[in-house]
């Protein structure tokens, strides 16, 4: 890697960044639980003599930058919890709890948060307007952003624009992927269930066979996305989940399915119910068979800001220089970050962790999975700059 431009205080701070990330990495709590979490947050802000808000959507904490001079707001979030999966990998600070593990970065992120508050915190009299810092539950669902925006994180005061990012195994340390408009996809859930009438498997005729007609509306289902979707814009329909029956000669009452929706437009999106609908409808009358649906909405797209990516990408290119700065692709993972970006421009960006030498290698999610924790200073300094830069320069996001 090509040393990254780094400021003399997030290089000092390195070895904090460090001993933060082990200590969550040893201690993971999942979803709405992350109680021990965020007291260590809650301290070392308080620490740092920040106001601060906790239990905000349960473990969730709020910290407010106040710069000397009044201006705009930004916000600055990471997330906070863990995974249901057992660690597999031999390190020190391999996690303590049984069957959850840090696997997606978030004990990363949750650090580097700490690292830009401590730095933005040393510089709040060069600031014109506020940095608020939002440690947010449950990324990992059902998504801990809505309940904090609902209990009034954009509000007092009033939040301008927002940032995060997210410690990437796609790209290797020493790059930064930001993308404008659109990066990840909605997901959204269903949950079928064919009602057909049991009896004899060697007596098909005097039942209503659900495994058939549940088969039917599987493949059925796919046609959303190959014949009713526009070619040109992405849709995944899976179906995830098939149960019923208990033995090979009795044909059951009920299948059950489980599936998710998932694309980048918005009016695809708010139609897929009602297609599905349509079709599973359709599927099981012809089949002299009933059902049931229910269709959850959960994440929206995640959506990024033109010129708010614009802004990212510049300081990206001086930190990690202009040909390492790159377009991310798209994804068909959910990101619940995409709830605070529906509502006030912003930028989700990534930071390469990836490092085949350090054996950083395995995908998030994965029972191996470790990141590059030099990516740690990288990710602080991006915060630090955009945040200094945003609050003292009124045009520089937006060219006008
Ligand atoms: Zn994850
Ligand atoms: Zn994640």
Redesign the pocket.
Known sequence: MEKPDLSDEVKSLIPELVRLRRDFHRHPEPAFQEERTAEVVAAYLRDLGLPLQTGIARTGVVALIEGKKSGRTLLLRA?MDALPIEEANEIDYRSQVPGIMHA???DGHTAVLLGAARVLAEKKDRLAGNVKLVFQPA??KPGGALPMIEEGILENPKVDAALAQ?LAMMLPIGQIGVRPGPVFASTDEFRITVLGKGGHGGMPHETVDPIVCAARVVEALQTLVSRECHPAKALVVSIGRIAGGQTFNVIPDSVELGGTVRTYDTALRQSMEERVRRVVKGTTEAAGADYQLDYRYLYPPLVNDTDMSRFVRTIAGEIVGETRAVAHDLDMIG?DMAFILERVPGCYFFVGARNEEKGCIYP?HSSRFNFDEDAMPIAVEMLVRCAERFLTNNNFWRAE
Do not use: A, K, S
Request: charged residues 45%; aromatic residues 0%.
């Open positions: 997330d997606c970065g978030h990324e990992e997210h990101e998030h």
